[in-house]
């Protein structure tokens, strides 16, 4: 009854004549509303792992339960699929496009949703969010008139669109300054706690890391330590 | 469903190209120019083309002619025109019933002196005919005077225009309105001056003519009737006019046929014929059928079952309507060789940029496929872009070019004619444009791998 689930993932890319194993056979679980860091040094192979874990690649071998239902060998349509309903991503350099309303880069994720929203639904979901992270007097600007701490908002918000099991967050902080990066650390944990979603950051700062209730330390392609850890909250 | 999903697509592909300004711009130019240099051109292309076209109906490339056929007795050929079975009623007829036909006039010839006061001249041609001979001829704009009318005609009224050359030589240079000058020794009144017209193909001076209504040439200055248009000078004059002053004057061209031989070859009561009919086409093209329609009604009326016996024969300008034809698909052909290439050019413009605009917009591409968008979403919102950005140009092109068109009709008084087709065509051939040109930039874009273009800077 885990929400993520792992079985043994291997990761090798193939360059020319040379193999470069990334994943060296990682078991992992995570539940339900559990705040996460993934840490690791530049090349431990946690970018690999969250590329895997947020379904934009596939693992060499392995399982991977998302929700019950395997996944590693998905096609590439169906991954783009779970992406859209299962999944939030968050970047470290937010991502937002250029000149287009907050409001729009919100809903922009729902244009890929199958299933039919009505454009009132799509709008009153989106201006919900973004007042939810604190912009809802800002929904017509564009990403250049707002601050790096309210653009990874902005970014957060359009994650949250869909009303994803899993939010992913890739160094959420790296391009803000120290204020900022409490100040969407403390939004992310508030959205655990109040709302129930799981996060999962990805990050080398243990400044960041100790915000959450978890680490899971990645070294060399393996876990190092995955336990539950007890200065998560201050 | 469908509808919904296309209408998202639209819409963020709009918006797309909104972000953008001044790509957008730039992408759409090398559209707006090509298809705006495509509709001045087809604008100009087809006005020239018709006025070309006109100018050489004006020459008379439409005029058809209906010549009476040969008459043969005893074994003996008369020549072309020597059948005397045209009648004015066949040309009425045929201005009734050949609906290819735009106008018709009966034609009598004659041939001999005119005088006014002290002064003498022997014009190319005389005449007679009705009104209509203007039309046929596109000779409708009269220096001076009319025309005389159908009323004139019926009456036999001495009346007649004149042309250019004869307003020259006979009355050098004060007005032939209203003056009397004689025409084979019968008195008419000048009532009109017609406008010049130089020289035919065959380098006759067309201005060097009288113009009468037929019944007048025919009854009363004595035209003969059996003169073809092949024979010359010495018209035979076989109808007894009141004013013939010197018979004999010209020599019979024909034997006068024994008793024995009229026994033979007993003629139906005489009724009245012309010399020829000249028609004209409506236009061109529509020559053929305009053909056909007379050798059939003229069979029809001549009561002939067998081709061979036709006893009349319909010449057209074969030469002047080739070139004509040749011009107009000449042109055409130059025009379509221009656009296509302005179009193409237009289109590898809006590929580059296109391509361009896809690295450009390599994260944009990432993000779209993290959140979920599939490679068809991406190639679907691309090529959608491109075929937006191609049909916009093509309409501003299109406003552009008519507007061009235009000016140049309005500065420059160069015949434009707006073309519809072209207009039709342009905006098709702008959207395949970009469907064909954009396809490829879209389909790289949807082949990205989205670990690879979120990573891209």
Redesign the interface.
């Known amino acids: 009854m885990e929400l993520i689930e792992l079985k043994n993932i291997y990761k090798t890319y193939y360059m020319g004549d040379i193999d470069v194993p990334v994943l060296k056979g990682i078991t992992l679980s995570i539940s339900k509303g559990e705040f996460v860091a993934l840490m690791g040094a530049s090349g431990s192979g946690k970018s690999t792992l969250m590329?895997i874990l947020?379904c934009?690649?596939h693992p060499t071998s392995g399982e991977y339960w998302l929700e019950e239902r395997e996944i590693s060998r998905v096609s590439?349509?169906e991954r783009?699929?779970l992406?859209?309903?299962k999944i939030g991503?968050v970047?470290q350099n937010f991502?937002l496009?250029?000149?287009?309303s907050a409001l729009?880069n919100v809903m922009?994720?729902l244009?890929?949703?199958h299933e039919?929203v009505s454009d009132k639904e799509v709008k009153h979901r989106a201006e919900e969010l973004l007042k939810r992270v604190g912009l809802g007097d800002r929904l017509h600007y564009e990403p250049s008139k707002l601050s790096g701490g309210q653009q990874q908002r902005v970014a957060v918000a359009?994650a949250l669109i869909?009303r994803p099991s899993v939010l992913f967050a890739d160094e959420p902080t790296g391009n803000l300054d120290s204020k900022t990066s409490e100040e969407v650390l403390a939004m992310f944990k508030q959205l655990n706690v109040e709302e129930g979603i799981t996060v999962i950051i990805v990050t080398h700062d243990p400044n960041v890391a100790r915000h959450t209730q978890r680490q899971i330390h990645i070294h060399d392609g393996l876990i190092a330590n995955g336990q539950t850890s007890q200065g998560g909250s201050q | 469903?469908r509808l919904?999903r296309l209408m998202?697509?639209l819409?963020?592909a709009l918006?797309a190209i909104?972000?953008?300004p001044m790509r957008t711009a730039l992408t759409m130019l090398g559209i707006i120019i090509g298809v705006g240099a495509v509709i001045a051109m087809m604008e100009i292309g087809t006005g020239s083309s018709n006025a070309i076209a006109k100018t050489i109906a004006r020459m008379g490339a439409n005029t058809l002619l209906v010549l009476p056929g040969a008459a043969t007795s005893g074994g003996i050929g008369f020549g072309a025109g020597s059948s005397m079975t045209l009648t004015p009623q066949d040309c009425d007829a045929i201005i009734r019933d050949c609906p290819a036909v735009k106008s018709a006039a009966p034609l009598v010839r004659a041939r001999g002196q005119i005088v006014y006061q002290d002064r003498n001249w022997v014009p190319m041609s005389i005449y007679g005919t009705t009104e209509n001979y203007l039309n046929v001829r596109d000779w409708t704009d009269m220096a001076q005077g009319d025309v005389f009318t159908d009323k004139d005609v019926r009456n036999s009224t001495k009346v007649c225009i004149i042309g250019q050359t004869i307003a020259r030589e006979l009355f050098q240079g004060s007005s032939p309105i209203g003056k009397e000058m004689r025409v084979l020794n019968i008195s008419f009144k000048v009532v009109g001056v017609l406008s010049s017209k130089g020289a035919n193909m065959m380098g006759m001076d067309q201005d060097d003519i009288v113009i009468a209504p037929w019944t007048t040439i025919k009854f009363r200055v004595g035209a003969s009737s059996s003169t073809s248009s092949g024979t010359s000078s010495s018209t035979t004059s076989t109808a007894s006019s009141p004013s013939q002053l010197y018979p004999n004057s010209q020599t019979s061209l024909y034997p006068v046929p024994s008793d024995t031989q009229t026994a033979d070859n007993p003629k139906p009561v005489r009724f009245t014929n012309v010399d020829q009919i000249v028609a004209a086409a409506n236009s061109a093209a529509e020559i053929p059928q305009a053909i056909d329609q007379m050798t059939a009604l003229l069979r029809e009326r001549h009561r002939i079952r067998n081709p061979k016996d036709d006893d009349f024969n319909i010449r057209n300008m074969t030469e002047m309507t080739n070139a004509l034809s040749s011009t107009t698909t000449l042109m055409t052909k130059l025009l379509l060789a221009v656009a296509l290439i302005s179009l193409i050019v237009g289109g590898v413009g809006i590929m580059n940029i296109m391509l361009v605009s896809v690295t450009e917009r390599t994260?944009?591409i990432?993000?779209?496929?993290?959140?979920?968008?599939?490679?068809?979403?991406i190639l679907r919102q691309f090529l959608i872009e491109a075929v937006v950005l191609c049909l916009a140009g093509g309409i501003l092109g299109i406003i552009l070019g008519c507007g061009g068109s235009y000016l140049i009709t309005r500065f420059l008084r160069w015949p434009t004619e707006t073309s519809v087709p072209a207009i039709v065509a342009s905006v098709i051939v702008s959207a395949s444009v970009g469907i064909v040109f954009g396809y490829y930039p879209a389909w790289k874009a949807s082949r990205l791998d989205?670990?690879e273009a979120?990573r891209y800077e």
Do not use: Q, W
């Open positions: 590329n947020g934009l690649d590439a349509d783009a699929n992406r859209n309903h991503f970047f991502n496009l250029a000149r287009t729009e922009m994720p244009s890929y949703t039919h359009r869909n | 469903m919904f998202r697509i819409r963020t918006r909104r972000r953008n994260r944009e990432g993000l779209r496929m993290a959140v979920g968008a599939r490679a068809k979403d989205p670990i979120l």
